[in-house]
């Protein structure tokens, strides 16, 4: 029996709750694959899991992305094949040497793109997508604000964004990761100048979108930032969750719409995980979206990897290497 090991959370709390757990890597069972891990992809996500701010079962199997290739099939299971490089954002298990995933949530990765690559954009790439073509198809004409624009999600949605035409304005937590970010508003300003910012760059006509990932601390300022009738998309929570809010608030704002997407909802079957993938992929290879893994850690190093990412020391992705 192969041994593997696993990076697990037994209650919550800090980074520091993260400890390394070994394991016999099982065989897969009918409609799953199992892979022998090559990357991991950091997420926002993970911290909200080993923070107890999305229930999970304690002890807690940390992460959702991961790369590798197959290793095992169940019965059952086609179209896939042993040593294929596959990917999956699904939740649970993925800080692991060895890991069993459904094959309705595997995607192919093309042969041309990096198992770090892959891990570095699947979950972020594919929630760019949704942003950028579902929950607001944005298209020229528009106007976006995005905040974190340097960092993970960020970094593929402003690009996706600008190739639809909107114009984006992008804001970033200093002027060094403001000068990474392609397009004509790249912004650093603090949070409260930025309502004025905007107004001063919109002509005063303002937002007709704002992606928020970061959540209570920008939460207010979005809203300042939106036109009426504008749309709120707060799809994260780096600052921690939003207050519990009054609808009122939302018709003192202007009208204002507001959703709270996530990924799941997005690519809920196979054809719509395949369809998303092949979008993010192919912006990829033409060169649309340039991934930028901007540090790496060894996946036992995931506690340090969590406390980089939450004190926004960290620019693009972060990729874990078993």
Not at 149 to 164: E, I, N, Q, T
Request: with cysteine.
């Amino acid at each position: 029996m192969t041994t593997g090991y696993r990076m697990i959370a037994r209650t919550h709390g800090g980074p520091e709750v993260i400890e390394r757990e070994d394991f016999e890597v099982p065989s897969p069972g009918p409609g799953e694959v199992l892979i022998e891990t090559e990357a991991v992809g950091l997420n926002f996500i993970d911290t909200y899991y080993r923070k107890g701010l999305y229930a999970d079962p304690l002890p807690i199997s940390l992460g959702s992305e991961s790369v590798g290739r197959i290793v095992a099939l169940g019965e059952g299971v086609s179209g896939f094949s042993i040593g294929e490089l596959v990917g999956t954002t699904h939740a649970g298990g993925a800080y692991a040497t060895h890991r069993l995933i459904a094959a309705t949530k595997a995607m192919r990765i093309p042969e041309a793109i990096a198992p770090e690559i892959a891990a570095a954009v699947m979950l972020k790439g594919l929630t760019a997508c949704y942003l950028a073509e579902d929950t607001f198809p944005a298209e020229k004409g528009h106007v976006a604000l995005v905040h974190s624009a340097a960092g993970g999600v960020g970094s593929l949605l402003v690009p996706w964004l600008l190739d639809r035409g909107v114009t984006v304005i992008a804001h970033s937590g200093s002027a060094e990761k403001a000068a990474q970010v392609p397009g004509e508003h790249s912004l650093h300003c603090d949070f409260n100048d930025l309502p004025e910012a905007v107004r001063e760059i919109t002509g005063g006509e303002m937002c007709h979108v704002v992606y928020d990932g970061v959540g209570a601390a920008s939460w207010s300022v979005s809203l300042a930032s939106l036109r009426r009738r504008g749309l709120m998309v707060t799809y994260g929570n780096a600052s921690g969750p939003v207050p519990p809010l009054p609808p009122l608030d939302l018709m003192k704002a202007g009208s204002i719409y507001l959703t709270r997407p996530t990924l799941a909802d997005y690519i809920a079957t196979p054809d719509q995980l395949a369809t998303n993938a092949k979008k993010l992929f192919e912006r990829i290879a033409a060169g649309i979206l340039k991934p930028h893994i901007g540090q790496t850690f060894r996946l036992e190093q995931a506690a340090e990897a969590h406390r980089a990412l939450e004190s926004r020391a960290t620019t693009g992705s972060t990729v874990l290497i078993p």
